[in-house]
T-cell receptor, first 115, second 114 residues
Framework: DADVTQTPRNRITKTGKRIMLECSQT?????MYWYRQDPGLGLRLIYY???????NKGEISDGYSVSRQAQAKFSLSLESAIPNQTALYFC??????????????FGPGTRLLVL | AQSVAQPEDQVNVAEGNPLTVKCTYS??????LFWYVQYPNRGLQFLLK??????LVKGSYGFEAEFNKSQTSFHLKKPSALVSDSALYFC????FGQGGKLIFGQGTELSVKP
């Protein structure tokens, strides 16, 4: 979805390096999510944010941190990258107006390789 | 705990034939179910969702899904497959216990041959 953008699209880094993945959205949504995708495992939630002051851990938050700089921006950081963080990372957004039944819209993904 | 399962890693269909991608779920309470599609080098695109009401849900690109409560299934269907439908398909269920996150199945690779 062009309304949700992620940068970079591809990144190769070395073990121990700090990297940041960025997500921006123009949909005006309050909720933002970071997932990672691994083959055969589907997508798993890393962190989520309901607004700028509300950030929560997902099911696999260890080794990651996030920052919600504005309603439209949600960044994911790997403080010290390790090879098993090699994955495809997706940002997603959703609105709150459907009584909790809203659809999540995904960015194009960032493919990360940690050597 | 909420979960979904996609029992087939891959589905192969000839163009023009009907296709079915299977999904079963396990939830406490009412299920809110979704189908997403991922084309190569693209993000996930929303296809359709079931919340309540009619058991047959129609979505994008001619896809539909049938909700079956007794069989706890939410299979994705299309009457006539296209080569361009070849992609990775994910079933997901909404987990209200953790920020409304989506719990995804492992994905099913659909291959449509001419």
């Amino acid at each position: 979805d062009a309304d949700v953008t992620q940068t970079p699209r591809n990144r190769i880094t070395k073990t121990g390096k700090r990297i940041m993945l960025e997500c921006s959205q123009t949909k005006g949504h309050d909720r933002m999510y970071w997932y990672r995708q691994d083959p055969g495992l589907g997508l798993r939630l890393i962190y989520y944010s309901f607004d700028v002051k509300d950030i929560n851990k997902g099911e696999i938050s260890d080794g990651y941190s996030v920052s919600r700089q504005a309603q439209a921006k949600f960044s994911l950081s790997l403080e010290s990258a390790i090879p098993n963080q090699t994955a495809l990372y997706f940002c997603a957004t959703s609105d709150i107006h459907q009584g909790g039944l809203e659809t999540q819209y995904f960015g194009p993904g960032t493919r990360l390789l940690v050597l | 705990a909420q979960s979904v399962a996609q029992p087939e890693d891959q589905v192969n269909v000839a163009e023009g034939n009907p296709l079915t991608v299977k999904c079963t779920y396990s939830v406490s309470g009412n299920p809110y179910l979704f189908w997403y599609v991922q084309y190569p080098n693209r993000g996930l695109q929303f296809l359709l969702k079931y919340i309540t009401g009619d058991n047959l849900v129609k979505g994008s690109y001619g896809f539909e899904a049938e909700f079956n409560k007794s069989q706890t299934s939410f299979h994705l269907k299309k009457p006539s497959a296209l080569v361009s439908d070849s992609a990775l398909y994910f079933c997901a269920v909404r987990d209200f216990g953790q920020g409304g996150k989506l719990i995804f199945g492992q994905g099913t690779e659909l291959s449509v041959k001419p």
